[in-house]
């Protein structure tokens, strides 16, 4: 078994397509649209997806926005340098909500960015101690 891919819905495909390409570097590995059902479907991610994880962005062509709610978290990113890695979203546009640090209560390196959507991206050290 492994984790095939996470469904996110965005509003506007075109701004959350280059924010997951663009700002975070990923590849978009496929897309289609589905007229008579109204949407469209991206998958982007860092490798194949034979080997590895994807994010699916649902895009429904008659909804602009979504409210977010309070049970979904957040996505996790592993960056080789968190505190570079904010430096790039930023140049690029991206918004950084908590900067690169350590985890309170911890020793972890993080950081915070938000998607078009208002989605959560959660950027961690690959030297992990929590």
């Known amino acids: 078994m492994r984790l095939l891919h996470t469904m996110l819905r965005v509003?506007?495909?075109?701004?959350?397509?280059?924010f997951y390409t663009n700002v975070l570097g990923m590849s978009l590995h496929r897309q289609k649209d589905y007229?008579?059902?109204?949407?469209?479907?991206?998958?982007?991610?860092?490798?194949?997806?034979?080997?590895?994880?994807?994010?699916?962005?649902?895009?429904n062509w008659d909804t602009d926005a979504y409210e977010l709610g309070t049970?979904?978290?957040h996505v996790a990113i592993e960056v080789d340098d968190v505190y570079a890695a904010c430096e790039r979203i930023k140049e690029k546009g991206g918004e950084v909500v908590r900067e690169a640090g350590p985890m309170k209560h911890g020793n972890s390196i993080l950081a915070f960015v938000r998607d078009p959507d208002g989605y959560m991206?959660?950027?961690?050290?690959p030297k992990r101690q929590d």
């Open 71 to 73: 049970g979904f978290g």
């Open 35 to 59: 007229p008579e059902g109204r949407f469209t479907l991206a998958f982007v991610g860092y490798g194949d997806e034979s080997k590895h994880s994807a994010i699916e962005l649902t895009h």
């Open 121 to 125: 991206i959660e950027l961690l050290s």
């Open 11 to 18: 509003g506007n495909l075109e701004k959350s397509l280059d």
